[in-house]
């Protein structure tokens, strides 16, 4: 498992705090799946310059856990766009608060599809008028 350097722009970067967390103390893993969400969904409304849903996850894994306290950061960078949908890829990394060594901890691919005042789906890059 490379943990080099992430993959992306830095999109979000928050705290997992103790109301995060699962029975067993680590950190939710639905917590980290809402929080990559999100990251995706600022770069697709960015790239549609406009309302974007999630339509799909795939390959969601989780490398490692995260605890209490440690810092958490998404990245997340665009990869196919399709005519109205768009594939992101985003991961999470921790650094824990007293240390500069991090970690990738989850990868996901999310596609959001661009959305229509009415929520249907639209052209990502709609044609000039
Ligand atoms: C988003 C939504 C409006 C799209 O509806 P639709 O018009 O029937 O969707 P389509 O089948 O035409 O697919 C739209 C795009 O998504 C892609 N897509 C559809 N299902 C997919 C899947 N399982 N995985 C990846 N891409 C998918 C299609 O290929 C298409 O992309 P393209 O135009 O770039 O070729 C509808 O599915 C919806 O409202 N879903 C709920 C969204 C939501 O609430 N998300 C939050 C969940 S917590």
């Known amino acids: 498992m490379p ?3 992430p993959n992306g722009l830095p999109t979000i970067r928050t705290i997992a ?3 995060d967390t699962n029975p067993a103390g680590d950190i939710f893993g639905g917590w ?5 969400d999100l990251a ?7 790239t549609a310059r406009g309302r974007t849903a999630t339509i799909a996850v795939e390959g969601m894994k ?3 856990p995260v605890k209490v306290g440690d810092e958490v950061s998404l990245y997340a960078e665009v990869g196919h766009i ?3 949908s768009m594939r992101i890829h985003v991961e999470a990394w921790r650094r824990q608060r007293e240390s500069e060594i991090t970690q990738k901890v989850t990868e996901a691919t999310f596609t959001f599809v661009a959305l229509d005042e009415k ?3 639209r052209p990502v890059f709609p044609p000039e008028v």
């Not at 980290?32 to 990559?36: A, D, G, P, V």
């Not at 995706?40 to 409304?45: P, Q, T």
């Open 40 to 46: 995706a969904g600022s770069v697709a409304a960015l």
């Open 119 to 121: 929520g249907a789906a």
């Open 32 to 36: 980290l799946m809402s929080q990559m």
């Open 17 to 19: 705090m103790p109301a």
């Open 62 to 64: 989780f490398h490692r």
């Open 82 to 84: 399709g005519r109205t």
């Open 3 to 5: 943990d080099s350097q």
